[in-house]
């Protein structure tokens, strides 16, 4: 792998007639499990390869690194499967690998070539690097539901505990609660227990064994579940299911949480509540993909398991748009594993669509495709055994905000159905969830389930705030406008 | 901003009393985080937090840093005054924005801290 700081072929941020100099054959945005195991496969096949991310190293969401600063003696301690990360770092080949790189829009060039923007660095250079193919693996962000007192300080999401840990070796809190569904709570929990944080309960909204047959189905996760089971036994932490944290409360700052025993649809049960006491929640209920490129593209999207919108693709990870591809969470949410696997398919489709000749599997690795088939369907029943339930709804108040950026209650969303708002839509333009900061990336979906509905795929124009001079700039570059 | 190491009632930092990154222990266990991976931090260095001094380990981000520190609030909203610091880690919230040597607006999540930064928060 080259650092990201030697020279590369770029289109340059005001690099006119630049464009076909250096282009690369393929651009991926991502270097998490996806990006990178697609970007090892093609370079190895001799193609001139770019990551970006927009991280400060690779690794994306599950393999997030430390900083060298640290010289931690054991960096793997805190991951599952570091041998895994190691591989693929050291399969990149020849790929350059472009970090702090945020990738704010991508469009078609005239000659059916790829534009990347980026805002390079804190102080926000903007570049352009050019592709003659390109891969989105963006991953995913954690998924929130609103309830009381989700926006005191101390409430975080439980993706965000593992950045902090993972990242910056920082303990989210000294008593922390875990709550929400899903299985990614569980290592959430070990790993604040193994760096010494009280871990003061583990609550899933879903049955504690939901994804018991699944797991029995498949020995490796049955085992994984197991030994994540005996660690938090070791640690004492107290794990629950049919629990939900209902509220947050504190002065300012969080200091406590109510949970409550919930049905089947996460409906509180009468009386079944009790107090914890806690510094820091951290709370996820599943992930949802990030999908502001491809949605740029106008690349089609499809439905999950769950009704969310993921971006459809062939079995090559081919996207409905030529010469885009996407692998990892943004085609579903699977895990590392599958995102890893999904890699290398596109990788292997991306060399034989570049050098035209058919998508051929690795003749040493026959089972690739009977293994995505399992992993996808693992995934699949993931997703069914840990759905989101309607009763959510009935944790709110008036005035519990629904979007925390331009701090919109339930109240004036109910008022904005009340005037007729029937759709998300509606509501958005009359009450203004999600207009704020974040583009209804975290209340979205809360509004989309409020209205009824399914959430719909993203439609931002930029993925990335970026200054009005920039899109200027972009927008006096005429080469790179749609034919 | 505001911490659970001391914070006036204007919302801002008070005092300077000493403040460590991170390496501190769960109480009767003796794990850290630091223990767990066996870290040996090279030498940190400090930014200056609406004047208060935070240490860093070189490569830890703004937001990470002021967490460690105990200061977990850092910017107050437009309409309801509420106080808000860190929820999404990874640059999606827009939650934990701060101002950088001036520069405003940076998500303090993704932002690296570098020797002498001057963060202002709001
Ligand atoms: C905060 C968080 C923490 C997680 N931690 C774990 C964990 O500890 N264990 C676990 O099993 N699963 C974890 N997950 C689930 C995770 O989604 C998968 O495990 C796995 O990392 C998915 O791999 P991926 O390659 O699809 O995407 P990711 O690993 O998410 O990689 C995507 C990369 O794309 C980059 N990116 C996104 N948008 C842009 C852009 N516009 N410009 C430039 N770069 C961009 C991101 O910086 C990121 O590095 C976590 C998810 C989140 C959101
Ligand atoms: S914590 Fe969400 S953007 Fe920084």
Not at chain 1, 250 to 271: F, I, N
Request: charged residues 20%; aromatic residues 6%.
């Amino acid at each position: 792998m080259t650092a990201h700081d030697t020279p590369t072929p770029d289109a340059g941020g005001d690099g006119v007639g630049e464009r076909a100099v250096g282009r690369y054959d393929l651009v991926i945005v991502g270097a998490g499990p996806a990006g990178l195991a697609a970007a090892g496969v093609a370079a190895r096949a001799g193609l001139r390869v770019a990551v970006l991310d927009a991280g400060a190293r690779i690794g994306g969401q599950y393999f997030r690194q430390l900083p060298e600063g640290f010289r931690a003696a054991r960096p793997g301690a805190l991951h599952h499967g570091f041998s895994r990360f190691v591989r693929l770092r050291d399969a990149l080949g020849d790929a350059d690998i472009l970090l702090g790189h945020r990738v704010w829009a991508v469009e078609r060039g005239p000659g059916g070539g790829f534009a990347v923007h980026c805002l390079e660095g804190r102080e926000e250079r903007a570049r352009t690097v050019a592709a003659a193919r390109l891969l989105i693996a963006t991953g995913a962000h954690d998924r929130v539901l609103p309830f009381p007192g989700w926006d005191l300080p101390g409430v975080m999401t439980a993706g965000a505990a593992q950045a902090l840990l993972k990242g910056n070796l920082v303990m989210a809190g000294r008593r922390v609660v875990v709550a929400g569904t899903g299985p990614f709570l569980l290592p959430v929990a070990t790993s604040l227990a193994a760096a010494g944080a009280t871990v003061a309960g583990v609550f899933e909204a879903g049955g504690r064994f939901a994804l018991a047959p699944q797991a029995l189905a498949r020995p490796g996760k049955a085992a994984e579940a197991l030994a994540y089971g005996y660690r938090l036994a070791r640690h004492r932490v107290p794990y629950k299911g049919g629990r939900a944290v209902v509220a947050a409360h504190g002065d300012g700052e969080l200091t406590h949480v109510t949970v409550a025993k919930v049905d089947a649809d996460w409906r509180p049960y009468r009386g079944g509540q009790e107090t914890i006491e806690c510094d820091t929640l951290a709370v996820g209920y599943g992930f949802v993909p990030q999908l502001d490129l491809p949605a740029q593209l106008g690349c089609e999207t499809s439905r999950d398991a769950a009704g969310g919108p993921v971006a459809r693709v062939d079995r090559h990870m081919r996207t409905s748009v030529a010469g885009v591809y996407a692998a990892g969470e943004t085609t579903g949410v699977g895990g590392a594993d599958l995102a890893e696997l999904e890699g290398v398919i596109a990788g292997r489709a991306v060399v034989a669509d570049a050098l035209g000749t058919p998508v051929a599997g690795d003749p040493a690795d026959p089972r690739t495709e009977a293994r995505r088939r399992r992993l996808a369907g693992f995934a699949r029943a993931l997703l069914r055994a840990y759905p989101v339930g309607d009763g959510w709804t009935s944790w709110l108040h008036d005035d519990t905000l629904i979007c925390r950026c331009e701090e919109v209650p339930y109240g004036r969303v109910k008022e904005a159905r009340d005037l007729g708002a029937a759709d998300a839509r509606s509501i958005k333009l009359l009450a203004r969830p999600g207009m704020g900061w974040c583009q209804g990336r975290i209340c979205g979906e809360a509004v989309a389930r409020l209205a009824g509905e399914d959430p719909a795929p993203p439609r931002r124009p930029i993925a990335q705030p970026v200054s009005l001079g920039d899109l200027a700039a972009m927008d006096g570059r005429d080469e790179w406008k749609e034919t | 901003m505001s911490g659970v190491g001391g914070s006036g009632p204007d919302g801002r930092v008070s005092g300077a009393s000493t403040v460590r990154n991170g390496d501190e222990g769960g109480g009767m266990s003796g794990a850290s985080p630091y223990r767990l991976v066996g870290a040996r931090p090279e030498p940190g260095f400090e930014v200056r937090v609406d004047g208060r001094p935070v240490p860093v380990v070189p490569g830890q981000t703004v937001g990470a840093a002021l967490h460690a520190a105990g200061i977990r609030t850092w910017r107050t909203t437009r309409f309801g005054d509420r106080r808000r610091g860190l929820f999404c880690g990874i640059g999606v919230c827009f939650d934990c924005l701060v101002t950088v040597n001036g520069v405003e607006n940076l998500r303090a999540c993704l932002t690296e801290a570098r020797p002498g930064d001057e963060v202002t928060t709001s």
